[in-house]
């Protein structure tokens, strides 16, 4: 399970939410990686910093986060945390060398994270992956839903 299928859970954003508690009740084994639940946590920060102090970057981000510490976003990782926890979802170790991120990168256009990402559940002979990226549709060796 992708980042993105998280965040959609998470927050219950509708009609991807709806897609993502179908292949949860159609599936025993659903698993995700450090690095997936890591972007999802990013992704929180990033979004809430967005809303209250405006922040357009990374390098806003950081400053916010360095002024103000994580309160802003107590409630969220707990929130993601949980979201895991009850739905049995296994978060894997990343599996990957420098190399084959790098290769994986070039091969398939793709940023780091999805590079590690793909190259985990290859790792993990893990053959299909929710997401809404659709840049996972570049990989040979993965089937995407929804």
């Not at 179908?22 to 084994?29: D, F, Q, T, Y």
């Not at 409630?75 to 420098?98: C, H, Y």
């Not at 084959?100 to 992956?129: N, Q, S, V």
Request: glycine share 4%.
């Amino acid at each position: 399970m992708d980042s993105n299928a998280l965040i959609y859970l998470l927050h219950d954003v509708r009609p991807k939410s709806d897609l993502v508690i179908r292949h949860l009740a159609r599936h025993e084994e659903v698993f995700t990686s450090l690095r997936t639940v890591e972007e999802a946590s990013y992704i929180i920060i990033r979004v809430k910093a967005s809303k209250l102090y405006g922040a357009r970057g990374v390098y806003d981000i950081r400053r916010i986060v360095a002024e103000h510490g994580l309160d802003f976003v107590k409630d969220e990782p707990e929130a993601l945390r949980k979201l895991v926890e009850e739905n049995n979802i296994a978060v894997l170790q990343d599996v990957a060398t420098t190399e084959e991120i790098h290769e994986t990168m070039l091969k398939y256009k793709l940023l780091p994270g999805d590079a590690i990402i793909a190259l985990t559940c290859k790792r993990y002979g893990i053959d299909t992956i929710l997401t809404f990226d659709e840049d996972f549709k570049r990989i040979p060796w993965l089937k995407i839903i929804p």
